[in-house]
Every structure is written in structure tokens, then in C-alpha cells.
């Protein structure tokens, strides 16, 4: 089996986790889309498990990379977090799908614990890159301050796209963070 054949079954399950969820995903119904056998997913993902973790992993490891480089992007917080919020603004518009690892937070107990650890991970990649913003915006502020803040902005931006997905209207999306904006959340 070929690592093109691993990547295409890692994109079909992250699209079909990111529209329903770790529980919706099916060996069986990503076999039929990718155009192989079920045993040739289990070749490469002997469990669900195993796939979700793969996934999990990717997507934090995807996101660190990309914040590393808007961090060095670009000093200006404003635009650092109109950008940061835009990511989970594009998971809406593309046929209203959700942050992998938000929508699996909410199936958290039924995930098996090398996914939690990787879902886990991402929450901690998020609010460590927000301390660090943040706190370069604002040196004065404590670390348990600033720890704080960036969990709240990481919980409100997952909510606000929740909230979003659950209306089928992206505008709202950017309703909640316009006013997470104006109260200060973002620093």
C-alpha cells in the first residue's frame, strides 16, 4: 500500500469526522469513497482509534506550523488574530465542518485514550501560541492570567463556531467574534 493511499484515507476521514464527528466515522463507508477495500483501511489504520490519532496528530501539527509562521508573519495583533480566527472561519464555509479537534472534544469520552492525548494536544498548542501572542501584547500580565485568557479566547472561538454550525450561517461566526472583539477578549 502506497503513503498516497494512507494520505487520500486520512483526507476522506478528516472530512468525515469534521461533518460528523468520531463516532460517524466508518471503515467500511471510507473504503467505498476512497475506492478500496475496508481490510486495505485496516492495513494502514488497524483501528479507528488508530486513525483517529493519526488525524488528531496531523491536524495539531498542521496548526503549529502554521502559527509559528503568522507569528512571524506579522507583529500586528490585530491582524494576527483576525487571521487565527479566519482558520475556523474556513472550516465553516467548507460545507460546514467543524475544527477536527473540537468536534471530537465533544465525543471526548468515547474517544480512546491515544486520541485524547492528541486532542488534548491541540487545545495545548492553541493556548500556548495565544500566551505567547498575548503575551507579548501584554508583558505585565501574570502567567496564570494570560493562560487564562488564551483558554477563553480558544473556548469562544470553538464556541462561536459551534454556534455557527448549528445555524448552517457562518455569518454568525463572524457576529460572535465581532463581539468578542469589541468586549476585548482578544486582547
Given amino acids: 500500500m502506497s503513503t498516497d493511499t494512507r494520505e ?3 483526507q476522506a476521514a478528516r472530512a468525515a469526522v469534521q461533518s460528523h464527528g468520531y463516532n ?3 471503515f467500511r463507508e471510507l473504503a467505498k469513497e476512497v475506492g478500496i477495500k475496508s481490510a ?5 489504520f488497524p483501528t479507528k482509534g488508530d486513525l483517529a490519532a493519526a488525524l488528531a496528530s496531523q491536524y495539531t501539527d498542521e496548526a503549529a506550523a502554521f ?3 503568522l507569528r512571524a508573519s506579522t507583529q500586528d495583533h490585530a491582524q494576527r488574530m483576525a487571521t487565527y480566527t479566519a482558520v475556523f472561519r474556513r472550516a465553516l464555509e467548507n460545507d460546514n465542518r467543524m475544527c477536527l479537534c473540537g468536534i471530537m472534544s465533544a465525543e471526548y469520552d468515547d474517544l480512546p485514550a491515544a486520541v485524547r492525548v ?3 494536544r491541540f487545545t495545548a498548542v492553541n493556548t500556548r501560541w495565544l500566551v505567547e501572542v498575548l503575551g507579548e501584547r501584554r508583558p505585565q500580565m501574570k502567567p496564570k492570567a494570560l493562560e487564562s485568557q488564551a483558554l477563553a479566547i480558544f473556548a469562544a472561538i470553538e464556541g462561536a463556531q459551534l454556534i455557527a454550525r448549528g445555524r448552517a450561517d457562518v455569518k454568525s461566526f463572524d457576529q460572535v467574534i465581532a463581539a468578542y472583539t ?3 477578549l482578544f486582547g
Fill in 182 to 184: 469589541a468586549a476585548g
Fill in 24 to 26: 460517524a466515522l466508518s
Fill in 8 to 10: 487520500t484515507i486520512m
Fill in 118 to 120: 492528541q486532542v488534548d
Fill in 67 to 69: 502559527f509559528d509562521a
Fill in 40 to 44: 486495505s483501511v485496516h492495513y494502514h
